[in-house]
């Protein structure tokens, strides 16, 4: 019922910069807490950034002062601009949102996830 699809990763060398982009489609009536999570292979995919609907913005301490996370509701989008990239930050980044989606004449929750998108800093 709700689509993420997240765009803007690639391969940047260390102290570069990316900008990625994520859309939700589908039958959504709204979007409460938007936010980017990343994972690399072996390890757990954590936090990076989050995004409530007023504003309200959460980082990991590993990307503070490096990384700003901004929402656009009118297009159900939200954003990750990466600034100073290390190499430790190359992993897997996520979309996730939570939603109210329609489902008839009702609506209902929802935790939803993009496919991911790769993000490759050389050194």
């Known amino acids: 019922q709700v689509q993420l699809v997240e765009s803007g990763g690639g391969l940047v060398q260390a102290g570069g910069s990316l900008r990625l982009s994520c859309v939700a489609s589908?039958?959504?009536?709204?979007?409460?807490?938007m936010g980017w999570h990343r994972q690399v292979p072996g390890k757990q995919r954590e936090l990076v950034a989050s995004i409530t609907s007023g504003g309200n913005t959460n980082y990991a301490d590993s990307v503070k002062g490096r990384f700003t996370i901004s929402r656009d509701n009118a297009k159900n989008s939200v954003y990750l601009q990466m600034n100073s990239l290390k190499p430790e930050d190359t992993a897997i980044y996520y979309c996730?949102?939570?939603?109210?989606?329609?489902?008839?004449?009702?609506?209902?929750?929802?935790?939803?996830w993009g496919q991911g998108t790769q993000v490759t800093v050389s050194s």
């Open positions: 996730n949102a939570d939603v109210l989606y329609y489902l008839g004449v009702s609506y209902y929750p929802a935790n939803s």
């Open positions: 589908g039958s959504i009536k709204s979007i409460n807490a």
